[in-house]
Structure formats: C-alpha cells, structure tokens
C-alpha cells in the first residue's frame, strides 16, 4: 500500500509546475503570490505523503503543521506589506 | 461581564491544554505538567490583548441587542450541523469551479456584489466572510462594518447571496427565525459601473 | 501618514490562531528530543505567532500581547539561561555544558536530558524576543505599519 | 488490501484531481480575483479529501487526530488567506476583468 502512495506524490510533484508558470511569468504580485500560496498548500500535502512512504508519519505531521502556520504567516504578512507599500506609492504620485 | 470573561479564560485554558495533550503523545506527570505551565504561559501572554478586544466586543453587541433584539449566543447544535453543511457546499462549490476552468468555452460571468447584512457582532460577520469565501461562486473581497463586498465568479443570482439563503444559515446560528438579513443590494457588472 | 487599516477578518482569525501556533512552538521546544525541531525552531514560531498579531492588529494594539520593551531583558535572560547552565556545569566540575556533571537528577543519562530541556528553553526565549524586536526595530520610523 | 485502503486512495486520487483543477484554474482563468476562486476553493477542499483520505488508511490512532487538527488549521486559514491578498489587491485598485467589457473586441468567455 505505501508504494502507492509514491504515484501520488510524484504526481502532486508535477502538478506543481503548473503554478509555478504563473509565479514566474504572473501579470501582478498578487498573481505570484496566490500561487506560491497554492504552491505550499500542494508541499504540504507532499509531506505528508512522504510522511507515510517512509512510515515516520509521527515527526512529518510536526513539519506539515508549521509548514501550514508559516503558510498563513507568510501570506498575511505579503499582504500587508503590499498593501501598506503599494498604498502609499499612490498616495505619493497625486 | 466580568464573570463571562473569567469563562472565557478557562475555556481557552482548557482548549490549549487539550491541544496539548493531543500534540504530545508523552502522558506521564512531567509532560502533562510541562503542558500546564506552557498553557498557563500563553494564556497569561494573551490576556490583555482579550480583555481589551472582548470588552469592545461587549459594548458591540450590547449596541446590537439594544437596537435590534438580536440575541448573540451561538447555538452549538446549529453550529455543528453548519459544519456539515458547509462541507457539502465546498464540494459544490469545488465541482462548479471545476466545470467552469475544465471548459472549453469557460462560462464565467464575473461580478461585484456589495451588500449589508443585520448580523449581531463581528465574529458572525467573519463567519459568513469565511464562508462566502468556501461555497460555491463567490469570495469576500473586502468586509467594513456591517458591508460585504463580494466577488462571484459565474451568475450572481444562483450563488445564494442575493435571496439571502448563505446568510440567513449564519444568522440561524444564533436565532431561530431570523426573516430578513440581507439588504442595499448593489451588483456591478461592468468597469463602467464601479 | 499610513495608518493601519484593519481587516476584521483577518484580524480575528489571527487572534484565535496565534495562541495554539505558540503552543505548538512550546511543543516543539519541549519534545526536541523526540520529534524535529528545539529550542531555535519553537522560539522562531513563538516569534512567528507574535509577529503575526502584530501584523493583523496593529503595531500599537499587539504591544498589549508583547510589549515592545521586553524584548531586550528577555533576550539577556535567555541567554543567561544557556550560558549560565554552561558555566554551572563548569562549576561543578565538569566542562562547559556538560550536563552530566549538573547533578539534576539521579542518572546521569536523565541529568543530561533536564539540562538539555534547559538549554533549549534559553535559546527559545533569546531567539523569540530577539526576533521580535528586530521586527520592531525594522518599523521604528514609521507610524503605525 | 483492506476496505480502508481502497477508500483512502479513492479520497485522495480525488484529492489530486482537484488540485490539478485549482492549478490549472490559476493558469486559464482572466484575471486575479477569479484566479482566487480556484485557490480559495478548490485547493482547500483537495487538501481536506487528501487527508482525509490518510486518516481512514491511518485509522483511530493520534496522528490521525492532528491531521484531523491539519484539516480544521487549514480550513480556517485557507480562505483568510486568500480574503487578505483580495482585500489587499483591492484596495490597491487592480479592477475586476468583467465579460461585458470584453463584448465586440473578443467572443465571450473566449479569453484564455
């Protein structure tokens, strides 16, 4: 049963790729960042299949849990930086 | 009020302990009694930031209730069967996502909603934002005072907003009967109406 | 003049989370020898969870969480605690952070563990406020980010 | 192979196809807010089948619990996340791409 769960995440693996097209070539920051957002999401789940293929599920529900704080962290913090930079831009070009 | 806070602070006591001892799998004295202090340690650290916001919390719904006999408790029954129920919508909401990218033609019909909802204090606000966000059509753009604004990706009138069905469970979580919830509809539909 | 604008449901959201992220950090530190992770790895996420009210509340609103003015006294405290395990054991006779020598328990294999779960938990508090207050230090000059 | 692996690897093959869906959503959808539907949405409720899916082949055990916790962390921070960058985006002022403007230049809901 363990070996299957390598299909998936080699699968997961690729499916990756699909949202790291719009991180690099994304219009706008927030684009970039909605898929780094998707990215790590998809890293999580990676984890813990990785978590069950080498039968140490123990220790990588630890990692796939601050993985998914920093996840939010991270977004909640990109956003208030583009928020309170991009703001006052504008404020500086009227 | 000061009695409701004083529950509060052993609820949260209590779900941190029990967060504890289900991240530990260690139950012997000195584990358990690590988790204690650890507990008591972060609760201790929390508390001014929860007097200050449950106290203004307080005076919100006092207003609330004074203006518009809601009541504010949140009936823990309800609130489990609209976690079921709200599964059952991300499933919905995921396959309609899914039927409109897997498309050829994709079907979309972006729009804007902004409306009011009569919903008692900001933690019921912010249960229908996140929920907004989760079931199927629509996600919450921005949330000021009592006015959604709100993004829905295919037509706006089968999303359930606009009958007001989505706020309306929200509102059941705290009343019974909550009749009208939703009101000052506005749909914008294209650049030149914003 | 930019001022914080807040969001009520991040703001909220935030707030509930942040206490049980910081329990996890607490975790972390405390089962560094059974599971990933100790001292440095739990006081970046206290630091995280910190940082996170911070950036939903308000600058001025999470000081009610974590003052600003704690974040030099417990970052020399905690690196007392590390240091000061360290030199005890030197005092003791034995050498710098041997825990053996401590006598904290009757097993030396169980005297080692204590002084290693003391020497985590200093590195976990000097890493938390020394985190914290490089963010504070990075928003000095503005008014409320 | 048991019942509970079977519906393990039903779960999370669904799993994997919805997040092949939201990661292809973000690819062939207009603009930023509706590229956030295929995030709020459809990521989250591929990360709760999947682990679901792993607490069935796990069993009643206390991994299965904090996976349990995973889902609940997730499902709450998910959709905050996604309301934060909108709201951000928003107040910035990137604008809705709407179908009605698109009329005349480009067949409707042809735009890839």
């Known amino acids: 049963m363990h070996h299957n769960f390598v299909y998936f995440a080699v699968l997961l693996t690729i499916i990756i790729y699909v949202p790291f097209y719009r991180v690099v070539t994304g219009p706008t920051l927030y684009d970039r960042m909605l898929c780094a957002g998707s990215i790590a999401t998809n890293s999580m789940v990676i984890i813990l299949l990785v978590g069950f293929m080498f039968n140490r599920i123990d220790m990588f529900i630890d990692i796939a849990m601050a993985y998914a704080g920093l996840n939010f962290i991270g977004t909640i913090a990109f956003a208030k930086y583009l928020g309170s930079t991009l703001k006052s831009k504008k404020n500086h070009g009227n | 009020m000061k009695r409701a806070f004083t529950v509060h602070t052993v609820l949260q006591f209590i779900f941190l302990m029990v967060f504890w001892l289900l991240l530990s799998g260690h139950y012997d004295l000195f584990h358990i009694l690590m988790g204690v202090v650890s507990a008591l340690l972060v609760t201790a650290m929390n508390l001014r930031l929860r007097r200050f916001h449950f106290y203004r919390e307080e005076i919100q719904q006092v207003e609330a209730r004074l203006k518009r006999q809601f009541p504010v408790t949140l009936r823990p029954l309800r609130f489990l069967y609209y976690i079921v129920w709200l599964f059952w919508q991300i499933v919905v909401a995921s396959l309609q996502v899914a039927y409109a990218v897997l498309s050829p033609r994709m079907p979309i019909d972006p729009s804007l909603v902004i409306f009011k909802t009569r919903l008692p204090n900001t933690s019921a606000r912010v249960i229908l934002g996140n929920s907004i966000t989760l079931t199927p059509g629509t996600i919450t753009v921005q949330l000021r005072d009592d006015e959604f604004l709100v993004h829905a990706l295919m037509d706006v009138s089968a999303s359930g907003i606009l009958d007001g069905s989505l706020p309306g469970q929200v509102a059941r979580l705290y009343e019974k009967t909550p009749g009208q919830v939703v009101g000052n509809t506005t749909i914008i539909r294209s650049k030149r109406d914003m | 003049m930019k001022t914080h604008r807040s969001n009520p449901i991040v703001s909220l959201v935030s707030r509930m989370v942040s206490p049980f992220i910081m329990m996890f950090a607490l975790y972390v530190i405390f089962h560094g020898h059974y599971s990933p992770g100790g001292g440095f790895q739990g006081g970046t996420l206290i630091a995280a969870a910190i940082i996170l009210v911070r950036l939903s509340e308000g600058s001025d609103t999470a000081q009610l969480q974590f003052s600003r003015s704690w974040g030099t006294p417990l970052g020399s405290l905690g690196v007392l605690i590390y240091f000061g395990t360290g030199l005890a054991a030197v005092f003791m006779g034995g050498r710098f952070l041997d825990y053996a020598a401590l006598h904290l328990a009757h097993h030396a294999s169980m005297s080692r563990s204590y002084g290693i779960l003391l020497v985590e938990i200093g590195v976990g508090l000097a890493v938390t406020a020394i985190l914290v207050s490089i963010y504070d230090n990075l928003l000095e000059g503005e008014a409320d980010a | ?112």
Do not use: C
């Open chain 4, 1 to 112: 192979m048991g019942i509970s692996s079977i519906i393990a690897v039903i779960l999370i093959s669904l799993g994997t196809f919805f997040m092949a869906v939201g990661s292809i959503g973000l690819i062939r959808l207009p603009d930023f807010y509706s590229r956030a539907h295929a995030q709020g949405k459809v990521d989250t409720l591929a990360l709760i089948l999947i682990i679901l899916g792993l607490m069935v082949y796990e069993g009643f055990t206390l991994n299965s619990v904090k996976l349990l916790l995973i889902v609940v962390f997730v499902a709450l921070t998910n959709p905050t996340g996604t309301n934060a960058l909108t709201n951000a985006a928003y107040r910035f002022g990137l604008r809705p791409w709407f179908k009605r403007d698109q009329r005349g230049q480009k067949k409707p809901g042809g735009r890839k």
